[in-house]
């Protein structure tokens, strides 16, 4: 399977843990990006990574999240000390620059209990 | 102010028959680009279609049309001969340039929920 992956599918975390996410872009793309989807909403914009370098940050990205892309392949995003309110779907997308077209993996399923 | 803008929460159609899902758009830049995704209850999004704001023909996909109407900002898409497997929620999304960092990130409606009756 050569799509976006990422992992772990589903995680189940009591507040105040911290997270970690992984996302594996389609191996080509240089460009990558990360979003989060409530419950009864379209994926909101978080952060977004041209080869290694973070280049875009929503203002949805509080100082407990942080994202990271070492040698431009694969990229974490990890939640400190996890609130409830970070209850969501968590996908990530990949691209080429120069095409428009972003590919989501299946997202990453975090509930905060 | 919503840039994007899905007025039907939910929709029903028969299977076999078409349907047409409501998106308006708001942006003041001339380049952007419109996307519609499909989203089972699995949560991957899988693309549909895409029409870019400089192109005069309404983009086509199999069974999916894209009714693009530039001056009124809408870019409802359409699914013809409807299929049970169509059931999902769909999501309009827009393109933008983003000048600071050259990024493109999609800006999405908040849904419409297709049920296809057999």
């Known amino acids: 399977d050569t799509g976006v992956s990422q992992d772990p599918r589903h995680k189940i975390t009591k507040r105040g843990q911290n997270v970690t996410f992984r996302c594996d872009p389609i191996s080509e793309h240089n460009r990558l990006y990360w979003y989060r989807q409530t419950l009864g909403q379209g994926p909101e914009f978080l952060t977004y990574f041209q080869n290694e370098a973070q280049l875009e940050k929503s203002r949805l990205l509080s100082d407990r999240f942080s994202a990271e892309r070492p040698k431009g392949s694969f990229s974490t995003l990890e939640i400190q000390r996890t609130e409830q309110g970070d209850s969501a779907m968590y996908l990530c997308a990949s691209s080429l620059e120069g095409f428009y077209l972003q590919f989501f993996g299946p997202g990453t399923r975090l509930t905060v209990l | 102010a919503q840039k994007i803008t899905q007025t039907q929460p939910g929709m029903f159609v028969q299977e076999k028959e078409a349907v047409t899902l409501d998106c308006t758009y708001d942006?003041?830049?001339?380049?952007?680009?419109l996307f519609w995704y499909k989203q089972p209850s699995s949560g991957e999004m899988i693309f549909l279609i895409y029409q870019g704001s400089y192109d005069e023909q309404n983009a086509t996909e199999g069974r999916y049309s894209l009714n693009f109407q530039k001056a009124r900002k809408s870019a409802n898409l359409v699914i013809s001969a409807s299929q049970l497997g169509d059931s999902a929620m769909y999501f309009c999304a827009m393109r933008e340039r983003n000048s600071g960092a050259g990024s493109y990130q999609l800006t999405f409606g908040k849904g419409t929920k297709l049920s296809v009756i057999p």
């Open positions: 942006t003041s830049d001339q380049s952007y680009g």
